[in-house]
C-alpha cells in the first residue's frame, strides 16, 4: 500500500510517509493521516494472514513464548488481523505509529524489551518485511528474519537482515534446529 499512500500524499517513494506526514502544519497533517487511514482501512477488508502465521502462532503459543507487535500502522488494521485470524493468541505490548518514534528507530523494540523486563532485545528476533523493520531490529540488538517478497528482494543480503525466510511457517524449523543469526 505505500505506493498508494505516497501517491494520495504527493511524495516520491524517497521519501518517508510518517516523517513527511509529522512535519506537516495542522490542518494538513490531520488530512494526511486520514488520507493514509482510509487507504489502511480499505486494504483491511481485503486482509490475509500470511503464509504460515497461524501455525507459527500456534507453536510459539504451546512454548509459551511471548510475542510484541511493532508496527508503522494504526491501531484498527492490528486489531483487524489479531480478532479475524488469531483470536487466541496474545500479543503484548502492541506498538503501533503512535508509538514516536516509529520504525526504523529502535524505541519501538527496546520498549518490548523493557515491557519484558529484559536486560537488552539481543534476546528478541525482530520478522519483517522491509528495511525499517530490518534497521530497527538490528539498531535495537535484536536478530532480524527477513519475510522475503517481490519487492523487498534488494534486503537479502543487507547488512541488518540476519535471517531470510519466504513464509513464516519456516521459521518453526528454524527455532527448532537452534537460530542463529549471521551477527
Known sequence: ??????SALGITKATDILDHIYALPEPAQSEAHEK????????MTKQQPQEGLVELMRYLDERG??????????????????TTFLPT?????????AFRPPKPSPAGIL????TWNLPAATSLIMVGDSL?????GHR?????????ND??????GHECTDFVIRELGELVGILEDGFVGRN
Not at 496474545?90 to 503501533?96: C, K, N
Not at 520498549?111 to 523493557?114: D, G, L, P, R, V
Not at 525499517?132 to 530497527?136: F, K, P, Q, S
Not at 519487492?151 to 537479502?156: M, S, Y
Open 1 to 6: 500500500m505505500f505506493a498508494q499512500m505516497r
Open 36 to 43: 493514509v487511514r482510509a487507504i489502511e482501512r480499505e486494504a
Open 65 to 82: 513464548v511471548r510475542k510484541g507487535i511493532c508496527t508503522r500502522n494504526f491501531d484498527a488494521p492490528v486489531a483487524h488481523l489479531l
Open 89 to 97: 493468541t496474545s500479543f503484548a505490548p502492541i506498538i503501533t505509529r
Open 111 to 114: 520498549h518490548i524489551a523493557s
Open 132 to 136: 525499517d523493520d530490518m534497521l530497527a
Open 140 to 148: 535495537a540488538g535484536a536478530a532480524t528474519v527477513l519475510l522475503l
Open 151 to 156: 519487492v523487498n528482494v534488494d534486503l537479502e
